[in-house]
């Protein structure tokens, strides 16, 4: 989950022993996914521009940059393959959907031109 609790976005996890929260993100971070193999936790920064993707490890550890120019209007998910997010619109508001491949640290297009508003 993510709140401003501390007067900015940070992400939590909640215990399933006794529901306590415990803090992940220390330098702020917003909508937070679980990487499938639940091994890290990913999340964007940076709202409203320029939005970042982060992730760091489950079990404690140091926060990593993922990518940059994530569109700040869209929706991103973590899949199997990778993470799937809009670009950043250009000057003309055109947005390409990409997938990041985790496994190549690469990034590639897979629908190009869409209008955001």
């Given amino acids: 989950m993510a709140t401003a609790v501390t007067g900015v976005y940070q992400d939590w996890k909640m215990r399933s022993t006794d529901g306590g929260a415990i803090q992940v993100t220390r330098n702020s971070g917003d909508v937070p996914q679980e990487s499938p193999d639940g091994k890290f936790v990913y999340y964007s ?61 690469k990034t590639k297009k897979l629908l190009a031109e869409r209008r955001v508003s």
């Fill in 45 to 105: 920064k940076g709202w409203p521009l320029p939005v970042s993707m982060w992730k760091i490890p489950v079990e404690d550890g140091k926060e990593t940059k993922v990518l940059d120019s994530v569109n700040p209007s869209t929706l991103w998910t973590v899949g199997s393959k990778g993470i799937y997010f809009f670009k950043a619109a250009d000057d003309k508001g055109r947005s390409d959907l990409r997938l990041y491949e985790l496994a190549t640290a």
